[in-house]
């Protein structure tokens, strides 16, 4: 699934652009594609944004990265967590 994150359509690079807003789809520092799925009170004042991995485009569907290289990509060993 190589290439760069919003290639695949025009949607999802201007999703990804957020000139005029803070985009909800984006690259982190670690190299995996998230999207904002919801927010989370912290201590300070500003709320948190909730993150989690985009696998397919939301816009054309293609393939953009798979569990397994999330989970190379951030490190997390324990992917059969949770399935008992």
Not at 13 to 34: C, H, K, N, Q, R
Not at 43 to 68: A, I, N, R, S, W
């Amino acid at each position: 699934m190589a290439g760069t994150f919003g290639s695949c359509c025009t949607e999802l690079t201007d999703a990804m652009s957020g000139e005029e807003f803070e985009p909800l789809i984006t690259v982190g520092d670690d190299g995996v594609l998230y999207m904002s799925v919801g927010l989370v009170e912290l201590e300070d004042e500003e709320p948190g944004m909730v993150d989690h991995p985009v696998f397919f485009c939301p816009f054309c569907g293609k393939g953009l990265q798979t569990p397994e290289e999330v989970r190379e990509k951030t490190g997390d060993d324990d992917e059969d967590e949770g399935n008992a």
